[in-house]
Structure formats: C-alpha cells, structure tokens
C-alpha cells in the first residue's frame, strides 16, 4: 500500500485565498471517494475556520501566514477520510474558551465553530508552545457528522442543518 501524500497549502490571511482552498478540497475530497455532502460539508467547515482565523487570530490583517494541511486518513472502520490541520501565528486562545455563541441570539455571524463541530467527526484546538493556533479536524465519508448536514440524522435527533436555500 503507498502512504498517504500530504496535501501543504501556504496562504496568506487574504479572504482572496479561500477560493483557492475551497478548490484543492473539493478535488482532494472527489479523489478520496468522498460524496457531494460530504465534500460540502468538509469544505464548509475548513472555510469557517479559516473565516475564525483571518477575523480573531489576526483581527482582520490580511498578510499574516496560515497553513493547512490535508492528509487521507481511514476511520478504524475503513472508510476514507481527510485529517485537516489549520495552523496560525495569530492570538492565542485558551481551547476551552473557543465556543459558539448561544444559537437562540439571532444576528448575523458567529455560527463558524458549531458549524465546525457539526459537520466534522473529530475537532481540537490546541496551542503550540511558539505561538498561534493549531486546529485538527477529520472527516470521514458517512460519518456521524454526516447526518449534520443533511446525510440523514444522527441517532437520538430528528434532523440535521438546513442547506442553502431551504
């Protein structure tokens, strides 16, 4: 069996950049045989933490370096999957701290972390002893995140995240 290849993206904190990496995720995720929604919500999920770093880890700055890395992984049942990590040079924030605001305020914004945790199987923030943030996600296809994202519901819920336009 040949290893798996590490897939290293170097970007600015530009919002120019997510296009970009929007890109080399959905392809990454069509070649490891993952479906429309689950693609959808791995590159959904990557876009929001890359919105969170560029607005809170760099408060805006538009010149600072972010990295992610896209790896295949298997889950422990064999089904494929992608490890993601995004890493920053921005503020430091205690992982305990990094949470969504309550769901029953309605405004605008700050759904990035529940929609991280939502759609992807496995998430942690930590932070590394020379500074910045580093974020480890995986996603694997059919996943129990799945059903967050309208792949159908997870045991015990009635039903998962509407998609765009419904």
Do not use: W
Not at 46 to 54: G, K, M, R
């Amino acid at each position: 069996m040949t290893p798996a290849v590490p897939i290293e993206l170097n970007i600015t904190s530009s919002a120019k950049c997510l296009p970009v990496v929007r890109g080399a995720v959905e392809k990454m995720a069509n070649v490891e045989g993952f479906g429309e929604m689950d693609s959808h919500a791995l590159t959904l999920a990557i876009d929001e933490a890359l919105a969170n770093v560029i607005e809170h880890g760099y408060e805006g700055k538009d010149d600072q370096p972010i990295s992610i890395t896209l790896l295949p992984v298997k889950s422990p049942d064999g089904r494929p999957g992608i490890s993601v990590t995004v890493r920053d040079k921005g503020r430091q924030v205690p992982p305990e701290k990094i949470k969504g605001r309550p769901l029953d305020e309605v405004r605008p914004g700050g759904l990035g972390v529940h929609i991280i945790k939502s759609v992807m199987d496995e998430v942690e923030y930590s932070c590394p002893p020379d500074g910045g943030m580093l974020l480890s996600m995986v996603k694997y296809v059919g996943g129990d995140a799945s059903a967050a994202f309208g792949g159908g519901p997870k045991e015990g819920q009635a039903g998962g995240l509407a998609q765009k336009g419904e």
